[in-house]
């Protein structure tokens, strides 16, 4: 079983950045695809960013394109978050995912919250 622990949530006020990191258990070559989700309250869980483990960025939601940069360290088993720009409309609870090709599983870390001041 896929474990991922992310860090990085909190409080800031508009204008500002976060970076979010999610430690994987399993090394990146078993996980083909890694990013970021968001949940705000009352809404469904939207895709933000998306990477391979091939270091190809092949998704940003049009919401974060400029703004946010998805990034990972193979060596630490680790993916990013850099948000900078921050609106409060990124307020959400922001999850990791990853997706293996081997067993065609997703797993989802436990949520960080980010909430954004205006």
């Known amino acids: 079983?896929?474990?991922?622990?992310?860090?990085?949530?909190?409080?800031?006020?508009?204008?500002?950045s976060l970076r979010l990191s999610c430690v994987s258990s399993e090394?990146?070559?078993?996980?083909?695809?890694?990013?970021?989700?968001?949940?705000a309250p009352g809404k469904e869980r939207e895709l933000v960013a998306r990477i391979s483990?091939?270091?190809?960025?092949?998704?940003y939601a049009n919401s974060v394109k400029g703004r946010f940069t998805i990034?990972?360290?193979s060596?630490?088993?680790?993916?990013?978050?850099q948000?900078?720009?921050?609106?409060?409309e990124d307020t959400a609870v922001y999850y990791c995912w990853a997706h293996s090709m081997f067993?065609?599983?997703?797993y989802w870390g436990q949520g960080?919250?980010?909430t954004v001041s205006s």
């Open 1 to 16: 079983q896929v474990q991922l622990v992310e860090s990085g949530g909190g409080l800031v006020q508009a204008g500002g």
């Open 27 to 39: 090394d990146h070559n078993s996980l083909h695809l890694l990013g970021w989700h968001r949940q």
């Open 53 to 59: 483990n091939s270091d190809i960025i092949n998704y």
């Open 71 to 73: 990034s990972r360290d």
């Open 75 to 81: 060596a630490k088993n680790t993916v990013y978050l």
């Open 83 to 88: 948000m900078n720009s921050l609106k409060p």
């Open 103 to 106: 067993n065609a599983r997703d």
């Open 112 to 114: 960080a919250q980010v």
